[in-house]
């Protein structure tokens, strides 16, 4: 009872700290575009929130936040196959929330929160109902992003070295649905991405964590304890390693994958850890406190990175500078009753969000942060300034 008590707390600080986030981002423009772009089934989950619960920052990222918070559920459901301890699974759940790829794709609107969220409820319910459910979810992952056919591609993998011919056939038939929709990005001549793919993996994932993960895939192997989990995780990272050495990959395409392979990582870790004698742990003990020092220091820079302005010389370097400005630039204009302006597209289209529309009254001219002038418009955090424009009011007559 005391561990289903504390997995709830989990959840509900998470959900807190999720909240108040949203309030110190703005919309950027990638998700602009995805909003305002071609349509797509994370556009219908938004625009349905947007509806609902109005037209602003937390409802747009209200969809994202609640499938990382049912993702949480399904990982704690598939871990109790390979950690049956409740107290070691806090421990993996709590990895997994820190995780630096996690604790974007819960705010960000992109399809790595989606594609978390669907690797593992597929799972679950792979190892808990029937196959006809499998038949009926498969189709509707083939349908509504382009990231799932690497999912079919795992699974073609697994039921290939079953030998069940039967799923190998419906499988190759999602997969070549999901390439005739979105079709399938494999391009370009050698050109040296397999160390770029690397690092987004390590910063995704920590580097500690993804070397171990790795490993315990390898580990896997070797021993032969080769299930459905090892197969999407393993495929979906040697796909991507393969491609890179072509092209820059999406890794936010590959790593979800990545991510059903933890349980197996914690369970190769525990047992690694309890067949040694006490006086041979200390290394363990390192590895694993290393690891979360690393995870929780993260984690308070995500959550308090408009602080790093005040350390980084160019504002523009900051992670997550396109993430910001937009919401206080709209506010700032409408408190000079300029309700449309003319700009640059990332910037038009980022404003439409907080009800800037585009016009040919009013122009807005962004200014170079280097450049010492009196600016219409200046938008600071502690007295950095990150952006300053000029607006003129053009006569349309």
Known sequence: MIYRFIFVSIILIDAVILFFQTLELSISFHEAELLYGEFSFLQLIVNTSLLFFGHNDFALRLPMILLHLLSIVLLNEISKKYIPSGKNRLWLISAFILLPG???????????????????LFVYVYENYSIKFIYLLLPIYAVIDAGFV????????????????????????MFALSIYIYGFEAHGTPSGHFLDAIGAYAAVFSPIIFIYLVYSLYRRYLADKMDLEWYIASTALLVSLMLSFRQRVAIEYF?????????????TFISSYRVRLKIFRGGYKAIFTVSFILLILNTVIVLFNKDLYLIIENPKKHFAYDMHIAKE????????DINCVTTDRRYELRLKFYGISTCKEYRLVKNQLLEKKDSDVTISYKNIVLYSANVTKLNTE
């Open 255 to 267: 790593a979800p994958y990545l991510m059903i392979g933890l349980p197996l990582a914690a369970q």
């Open 150 to 173: 690497y999912l079919f591609l795992g699974l073609m993998t697994y039921h290939l070295f079953s030998k069940e011919k039967k799923c190998f056939l419906y499988n190759l038939s």
């Open 102 to 120: 996690v604790v974007s794709s819960s705010l960000i609107v992109n399809s790595a929160g989606l594609l978390i969220f669907g690797i593992l």
């Open 329 to 336: 630039l709209s506010q700032q204009l409408k408190s000079k």
